[in-house]
């Protein structure tokens, strides 16, 4: 940033992470970390351990989450082009397609079981992360949650509810909100992160604040 005119200058376009800077002593060279991640998506055989299979090369697919929906698809977020997006795949070596555009970080994604019409995502598209779904084909994003931070959503066996994590002023809290936003409700009145639906969405189980796990019922709401 220029001190005087506070215009931005843009020093690095890779896709690796920045952390620290210091300047020098005449300020005309920094010194900074640089983080990069490498990650591949394998899929393994539950009877037969040696069978295992790597996807494609790529630049880290799945390295912002994955998911595999009933009908064989596999939905991942991956910065190939960048910057995270949400893609989708059939299998090993099926055809690829990116189902966000928006240049910002988008990640976690997760998808009904029974209900494989749309998938849900985390977005950093308004600054802070926020709950989104699109359709399968990426087309009618929608933003489901306004909280201050949320993040980690899973969708319910049967399509109709979207439980998250949100990050509060009182702390980590559950909650589930109607996959067109238009319900809500608190879950959760203690610390907990990550959630995840049984198969059969009768309960939920939880990372706890000490490092524990728990399950619950996700019909009744903390009031």
């Known amino acids: 940033l220029s001190y005087s005119g506070g215009e931005s200058h ?3 376009s890779d896709s690796g992470y920045y952390y620290g800077i210091s300047l020098t002593a005449d300020a005309n ?3 900074t970390t640089r983080s990069s991640q490498t990650s591949k998506i394998w899929i393994a055989s539950l009877s037969a351990e040696n069978d295992v299979e790597e996807f494609p090369a790529s630049m880290n697919k799945g ?3 994955l998911a595999w929906a009933a009908d064989g698809d596999i939905i991942y977020a991956s ?3 960048g910057s995270m997006e949400i893609w989708t795949t059939r299998g090993k070596g099926g055809e690829v397609k990116q189902l966000t555009f928006d240049n910002y970080t988008c990640v ?4 009904s079981q029974q209900d494989p019409s749309f998938i849900v995502f985390a977005s950093y598209a308004s600054g802070k992360p926020h709950i989104w779904r699109i359709d399968r084909n990426g087309n009618n994003a929608r933003q489901l949650t306004k909280r201050l931070y949320e993040d980690w ?8 509810w979207v439980i998250y994590h949100s990050a509060e002023t009182q702390g980590d809290r559950i909650w589930k ?3 067109d936003g238009s319900q809500s409700s608190l879950l959760t009145d203690k610390a907990a992160r990550h959630p ?22 996700p019909g009744t709401a903390v009031r």
Do not use: H
């Open 177 to 179: 909100v109607s996959v």
């Open 29 to 31: 060279s920094l010194v």
């Open 79 to 81: 910065n190939e082009t």
């Open 196 to 217: 995840v639906f049984s198969p059969d969405g009768k309960w939920i189980a939880e990372g706890e604040g000490g490092g524990g796990v728990e399950v619950r019922s």
């Open 10 to 12: 843009t020093l690095t």
């Open 108 to 111: 976690e994604p997760a998808i």
């Open 153 to 160: 959503p899973d969708v319910s066996p049967d399509g109709k």
């Open 63 to 65: 390295s912002g989450g």
